[in-house]
């Protein structure tokens, strides 16, 4: 017997305690993570020497120093997505069957334990191994939590409360940058710390910043797992999609049984996912790698830089969420992908940080407007019973592409940084060809999704005069 219940009204999803501490869990997450974000390239050439002081402004790292260490940054970023490949679909089906709460909680308690560590690092092999130890933590928390927030929010608003996830998460890398690049100034200027302990101080502070979604997702957060929910008591504590019924776990539920155009479509969004996690697994390390080389190496600037993109991406999640709830999402989802992508290849030809501040600017608008209506499409296409599973799936492809990027990005960019191109009456630096190979494969991606995953309409549910749900695709 299948059980269905309303799913959130229009007024309450701004307010339901479930959806807010599911974001706020990844805005602390985020906030972590962004207060370390711009000083980590440095912390791993200052603990292998590469820095006698500490960096600050008109201080530009040299060029040969930089291309040195770029494949040792790409292998770090590598470690950490490729234990988070391997393990994102295990923890995705896990939580399908024995609950998601328990798995979220873990990983929280390991994201905090793990930033004391790298905080606690000597060298490159401590950095790597730490990394890749916060991939499998990651893997727990990540593709869990965006299935738990698909449980309780209906068909009719998951763009919107992917909107909404999105942004308030996104909040924490917006004011993470800009905190750790004051962190850094302070413990460099104030407390006057010496290399690397100068770059030591953010992750600790990190760490405390986990506290608070540990205790918020033990107190507030409900089980949603399909495998947990077999009696009406305990369904009629969640609010579910209504046209998703909920398909015991005992008996057979499989990808099998899914048609074969939803099977095409979901190993169209595979490959679209892995061509995607290449192109950003190339630019995450060499934009890096790109501003402390060409750019400045002030820490506070390029924190406000990233803060800065972060912000104006936020304001575009929610208005991006609801225009693909009415007017359909592959649109939104395809531009903004390209638009994103053309942004990472004029990033290189940028020579000022206010060039740089715009493109990027840019970039974080399109990608803030394209994710919302990419993750409503997958949460569309996926069965309940198995989204869990299949989101696991699906970044363990993203996170495979973003094992091989960076390796491959830091060895381009230890090459190509130190050559020019001459093009007519134009001297080109080398470095461009990382960011037009990382902008291409996205586009490639881009391509995938238009061509082969179709337009995945809001549904529209009305009641019958027997009161049986009609379900409308519109």
Same mark, same amino acid.
């Given at each position: ?5 309303? +799913?959130?009204?229009? *007024? ?51 060029? *040969? ?13 590598? /470690?950490?997505?490729?234990?988070? &490949? ?15 709460? +328990? ?9 905090? =334990? ?20 916060? /991939? ?6 990540? $593709? ?22 999105? !942004?308030?998460?996104?909040?924490? %890398? ?11 100034? #302070?413990?460099?200027? =104030?407390?006057?710390? +010496?290399?690397? *302990? ?60 899914? &048609? ?13 996912? !892995?061509?995607?996690?290449?192109? !950003? ?34 304001? %575009?999640?929610? $208005? ?30 940028? &020579? &000022? ?18 994710? +919302? ?16 599973? !299949? ?29 020019? #191109?001459?093009?007519?009456?134009? =001297? ?47």
């Amino acid at each position: 017997m299948s059980i269905n219940e309303e +799913p959130i009204k229009q *007024e309450s999803l701004y307010r339901n305690p479930r959806v807010l501490v599911l974001a706020l869990d990844a805005m602390l997450i985020m906030l972590g993570f962004g207060i370390v974000a711009p000083s980590m390239a440095f912390y791993l050439i200052a603990l292998e020497g590469g820095l006698t002081q500490p960096p600050g402004p008109g201080y530009i790292v040299p060029a *040969e120093v930089v291309a040195s260490f770029s494949l040792i940054l790409g292998v770090m970023m590598a /470690g950490f997505m490729g234990t988070r &490949t391997l393990l994102a679909r295990f923890w995705g089906g896990y939580s399908d069957r024995h609950g998601r709460k +328990p798995i979220i909680i873990i990983g929280l308690i390991g994201y905090f =334990i793990l930033l004391i560590l790298f905080g606690l690092a000597q060298n490159w092999v401590d950095m790597l191994l730490i990394r890749a130890l916060q /991939g499998v933590v990651s893997a727990m928390v990540w $593709p869990t939590a965006e299935a738990a927030l698909m449980d309780i929010v209906g068909p009719e608003r998951r763009g919107e409360g992917l909107g909404l996830y999105m !942004m308030v998460s996104g909040l924490g %890398f917006i004011l993470g940058p800009g905190v750790g690049g004051m962190l850094y100034n #302070f413990c460099r200027d =104030i407390l006057l710390l +010496p290399v690397p *302990e100068v770059f030591r101080v953010p992750y600790f502070v990190g760490a405390l910043i986990i506290i608070p979604a540990i205790i918020l997702t033990a107190v507030i957060l409900k089980e949603t797992s399909p495998g947990k929910l077999e009696d009406i008591k305990e369904i009629e504590q969640v609010s579910l999609p209504e046209e998703e019924p909920i398909t015991p776990m005992h008996q057979e539920s499989s990808e099998s049984e899914m &048609t074969p155009k939803v099977r095409r479509m979901i190993h169209a969004i595979y490959l679209m996912s !892995m061509f995607n996690g290449i192109a !950003m697994g190339l630019g995450q390390p060499i934009f890096q790698l790109f501003l402390m080389s060409k750019i400045t190496t002030d820490i506070g600037l390029i924190g406000l830089v990233i803060s800065g993109a972060g912000a104006v991406g936020m304001l %575009f999640s929610i $208005p991006a969420g609801r225009y693909a709830d009415r007017k359909g999402r592959k649109g939104l989802a395809v531009w903004g992908a390209v638009g994103s992508r053309i942004s990472i290849g004029v990033l290189p030809l940028t &020579t &000022t940080l206010a060039q740089t501040s715009v493109v990027w600017v840019g970039q974080s608008a399109a990608m803030a407007s394209s994710q +919302p209506a990419m993750r409503a499409i997958q949460a569309d296409v996926v069965p309940w019973n198995l989204r869990g599973k !299949m989101f696991g799936t699906i970044q363990a492809f993203f996170n495979a592409g973003a094992t091989i990027g960076p390796i491959v990005g830091g060895a381009l960019f230890a090459y190509f940084s130190l050559v020019v #191109f001459p093009v007519g009456p134009f =001297i080109l630096d080398g470095l461009v060809v990382p960011f037009w190979i990382a902008s291409v494969l996205g586009l490639i991606g881009a391509f995938l999704l238009w061509k082969y995953v179709e337009e995945t309409h809001p549904v529209k549910i009305t009641k019958a005069d027997d009161d049986e749900p009609v379900i409308e695709a519109t």
